[in-house]
């Protein structure tokens, strides 16, 4: 159980229990018999590359903010948000600090990997039911031939990991358990696992949330946040993290906003609101309309990396 937020850290990769050592040479995120740490480094090979996972505290699962990042989750009073029998706030908030640094020098890590390889990595980001499996199903349909890869992150099942293969990608299904986002540890033991091929796109289907992913770099060169019109125009309002830690928005099922009295001019100027300088595309993945200018944003993203 994680000390910060109360989220679980049994992680299953491919419908398979992670074992404690097991964890450990992957470098996924595991459960703890007890708190405690060893200073270590995790070196993995991925396609020949040397992935680097750094060294220091080696931790359960983490599910961690900085300072500030708002969670919306009731445990308790106080400037964590939490109360955890033994520990001050004080103390809370520096373990909290000290986690997410942690995180960030393994995000360092699978950059390493991804620049090595010359991939582009792009960490979808939503609520659930904003589309993300179903446009990335019509988005791997529409790149046949390029090289790509998927680390699907859900808290059970491997429904999305199944649909994704169905489209004869290789995918690989993380199991997060109660944790409800994926860290950078998570992904570079799928790294590991997928092999990426050089000049690969790499998507990243996070677990649907709009709250905890927004704190967590994965390694990716960019998050994209995906809204549907069916979700409210006030949502960027709601969870600005998210959208302010976006480089691009997708505003999605663009096709239904006639139908529920959506406005997509009020969606964009919340979205600019809250981080003026986001790129912001309209489609449809049911329809395929406005679906070529997001697969354009993708092969120039790709093309930044050559």
């Given amino acids: 159980m994680c000390g910060i937020c109360g989220c679980g850290s049994t992680v299953t990769v491919d419908g398979r229990e992670i074992s404690h050592d097991e964890a450990h040479r992957l470098g996924l995120a595991h459960e703890h018999a007890q708190d405690h740490s060893h200073g270590h480094g995790h070196s993995h090979a991925a396609n020949g590359h040397a992935h680097d996972h750094g060294s220091g505290d080696h931790h359960h699962h983490h599910h961690d903010h900085a300072p500030g990042h708002g969670h919306h989750h009731d445990y308790g009073a106080g400037a964590a948000g939490l109360s955890v029998p033994g520990l001050t706030q004080q103390r809370l908030i520096e373990v909290e600090t000290s986690l997410l640094a942690r995180n960030d020098g393994l995000a ?106 927004a704190a967590f770099d994965l390694g990716e060169d960019a998050k994209v946040a995906i809204l549907s019109v069916t979700e409210g125009e006030d949502k960027p309002l709601k969870y600005p993290d998210m959208f302010t830690a976006a480089r691009l928005a997708i505003l999605n099922k663009i096709d239904l906003a006639p139908h529920c009295d959506a406005d997509p001019e009020v969606y964009e100027a919340n979205l600019r609101r809250v981080n003026p300088g986001i790129d912001i595309l309209r489609l449809s993945a049911r329809t395929g309309e406005g679906m070529q200018a997001w697969i354009d944003w993708l092969r120039a993203g790709l093309a930044t990396k050559s």
């Fill in 108 to 213: 360092a890590g699978n950059r390493r990997v991804l620049s090595a390889l010359r991939a582009f990595a792009v960490n979808l980001v939503s609520s659930p039911g904003s589309g993300k499996t179903t446009l990335l199903c019509r988005t791997i349909s529409m790149l046949e031939g390029q090289p790509l890869a998927v680390i699907e992150g859900d808290q059970q099942t491997e429904n999305d990991a199944d649909r994704i293969r169905a489209t004869g990608a290789r995918a690989v299904q993380v199991n997060t358990g109660k944790g409800c986002h994926l860290d950078a540890q998570m992904v570079g033991g799928a790294m590991d696992a997928l092999r990426l091929e050089p000049a690969s796109l790499l998507f990243i289907e996070n677990v649907g949330n709009l709250v905890c992913p």
